[in-house]
C-alpha cells in the first residue's frame, strides 16, 4: 500500500483555514494554538486584538491558566489598536472605560499572572503621537518581532484599524475611522454605554498592515453570518487596500484562520478547505 503523506506541511508558508461548527470551537481551537506557542516558546511575544470576536478565546486562555497553569509570567504582549484620545488615565491610574486598555485588563490580562510591564497598547492619550507611533514600532523590533499576531476582521474589511485604502505597506499610525466602523463599534461598545455616536472617538491609533506582515505567524478568528460576504473578499478576493485584510494572502508567514460556519459560508473553495481539515486530522 502506498503510505501516505501528510497533505500539509507543517513548517514553511502557509494559510490554513479551519471552518468550525460554532463560536465555541473557534475559541476552543485558537486557544490551543496560542497556548501551544506559550507552552513552546515561554518568554513570546504575542499581539493581541480587541473586539468581541477574541473575547472567546480570552476566555479559554483564561481557564487554561487557572486550571492547567498555563503560565503568561514571561509573555509579552502588543496590541493592535487603541482609540486616539482614550487610554491609560496617568492622573488617575485607571484605564478609560472606553479604551482598548480597559478591554484587554477586563477581558484577559487582570485575570491571568502576564507582567503589566510586559503588556503594551498604542497610548491613545501620547502627547507626541508621531513619535510614540515609531517607538512602538522600535519596541515591537527591540523585542525580537511578534510570534503570533491574533486579528479580527472589521465589517469593512479591515485589519486593526487599517481602514479601506490604507497603504499595505503601512506602518503604526493615526487613522480616521469610516462611517461604517463608527456605527459597528457604536453599536457594539458604545451604545450601551450612553454615549451619542457624536461622543465616540472618531480617530485611532492603529498598527499598520506593513506592522501586522512583519509578524512572524498570524491567527485571524471570524465569526457570524454578518461578516460572510466580507471575509471571502479577504481571503479569495483580489488583494487589495480596499479590503486591507486581503493583505494576509501576502502573508509569508504561517497564517492560522479560524471561521465559524456562517462566516465561511460563502467562501468559494468552501469544500476543499474543509477537505484539507479531513485529511490532515486523519494522516497527521
Ligand atoms: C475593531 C478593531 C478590530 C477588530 C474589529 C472587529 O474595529 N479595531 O481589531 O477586528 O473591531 O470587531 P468585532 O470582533 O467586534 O467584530
Same mark, same amino acid.
Do not use: W
Given at each position: 500500500? @502506498?503510505?501516505?503523506?501528510?497533505?500539509?506541511?507543517?513548517?514553511?508558508?502557509?494559510?490554513?483555514?479551519?471552518?468550525?461548527?460554532?463560536?465555541?470551537?473557534?475559541? !476552543?481551537?485558537?486557544?490551543?494554538? #496560542?497556548?501551544?506557542?506559550?507552552?513552546?516558546?515561554? +518568554?513570546?511575544?504575542?499581539?493581541?486584538?480587541?473586539?468581541?470576536?477574541? *473575547?472567546?478565546?480570552?476566555?479559554?486562555?483564561?481557564?487554561?491558566?487557572?486550571?492547567?497553569?498555563?503560565?503568561?509570567?514571561?509573555?509579552?504582549?502588543?496590541?493592535?489598536?487603541?482609540?486616539?484620545?482614550?487610554?491609560?488615565?496617568?492622573?488617575?491610574?485607571?484605564?478609560?472605560?472606553?479604551?482598548?486598555?480597559?478591554?484587554?485588563?477586563?477581558?484577559?490580562?487582570?485575570?491571568?499572572?502576564?507582567?503589566?510591564?510586559?503588556?503594551?497598547?498604542? +497610548?491613545?492619550?501620547?502627547?507626541?503621537?508621531?513619535?510614540?507611533?515609531?517607538?512602538?514600532?522600535?519596541? #515591537?523590533?527591540?523585542?525580537?518581532? #511578534?510570534?503570533?499576531? @491574533?486579528?479580527?476582521?472589521?465589517?469593512?474589511?479591515?485589519?486593526?484599524?487599517?481602514?479601506?485604502?490604507?497603504?499595505?505597506?503601512?506602518?503604526?499610525?493615526?487613522?480616521?475611522?469610516?462611517?461604517?466602523?463608527?456605527?459597528?463599534?457604536?453599536?457594539?461598545?458604545?451604545?450601551?454605554?450612553?454615549?451619542?455616536?457624536?461622543?465616540?472617538?472618531?480617530?485611532? *491609533?492603529?498598527?499598520?498592515?506593513?506592522?501586522?506582515?512583519?509578524?512572524? +505567524?498570524?491567527?485571524?478568528?471570524? +465569526?457570524?453570518?454578518?461578516?460572510?460576504? #466580507?471575509?471571502?473578499?479577504?481571503?479569495?478576493?483580489?488583494?487589495?487596500?480596499? @479590503?486591507?485584510?486581503?493583505?494576509?494572502?501576502?502573508?509569508?508567514?504561517?497564517?492560522?484562520?479560524?471561521?465559524?460556519?456562517?462566516?465561511?459560508? !460563502?467562501?468559494?473553495?468552501?469544500?476543499?478547505?474543509?477537505?484539507?481539515?479531513?485529511? !490532515?486530522?486523519?494522516?497527521?
Amino acid at each position: 500500500m @502506498v503510505k501516505q503523506r501528510k497533505i500539509y506541511c507543517k513548517e514553511g508558508i502557509f494559510i490554513k483555514i479551519y471552518i468550525k461548527k460554532d463560536y465555541e470551537q473557534l475559541s !476552543e481551537k485558537a486557544a490551543t494554538i #496560542i497556548a501551544e506557542l506559550v507552552k513552546e516558546k515561554p +518568554n513570546c511575544v504575542l499581539g493581541l486584538a480587541t473586539g468581541s470576536t477574541p *473575547i472567546g478565546t480570552y476566555k479559554r486562555l483564561i481557564q487554561m491558566h487557572k486550571n492547567e497553569g498555563l503560565d503568561f509570567s514571561q509573555v509579552k504582549t502588543f496590541n493592535l489598536d487603541e482609540y486616539y484620545g482614550l487610554g491609560f488615565d496617568e492622573e488617575k491610574s485607571y484605564s478609560e472605560d472606553q479604551s482598548y486598555a480597559r478591554f484587554m485588563y477586563e477581558e484577559l490580562f487582570k485575570h491571568i499572572n502576564v507582567k503589566p510591564e510586559n503588556t503594551h497598547i498604542p +497610548n491613545g492619550k501620547a502627547k507626541d503621537c508621531e513619535s510614540f507611533c515609531r517607538e512602538y514600532e522600535e519596541l #515591537i523590533k527591540n523585542l525580537g518581532g #511578534i510570534d503570533l499576531q @491574533v486579528l479580527g476582521l472589521g465589517g469593512d474589511g479591515h485589519f486593526a484599524f487599517n481602514e479601506p485604502g490604507s497603504s499595505l505597506g503601512s506602518r503604526t499610525r493615526k487613522i480616521a475611522l469610516t462611517e461604517q466602523t463608527l456605527d459597528d463599534n457604536y453599536e457594539a461598545f458604545y451604545k450601551d454605554a450612553g454615549f451619542t455616536r457624536e461622543q465616540m472617538p472618531h480617530f485611532a *491609533i492603529t498598527m499598520g498592515i506593513g506592522t501586522i506582515l512583519e509578524s512572524k +505567524n498570524l491567527l485571524m478568528l471570524v +465569526n457570524g453570518e454578518k461578516k460572510a460576504k #466580507i471575509t471571502a473578499k479577504a481571503l479569495e478576493g483580489p488583494i487589495t487596500a480596499s @479590503v486591507t485584510a486581503s493583505s494576509i494572502q501576502l502573508f509569508s508567514g504561517k497564517a492560522y484562520v479560524i471561521l465559524d460556519e456562517l462566516a465561511a459560508s !460563502e467562501l468559494e473553495r468552501y469544500d476543499y478547505y474543509k477537505h484539507i481539515e479531513k485529511m !490532515e486530522e486523519k494522516y497527521s
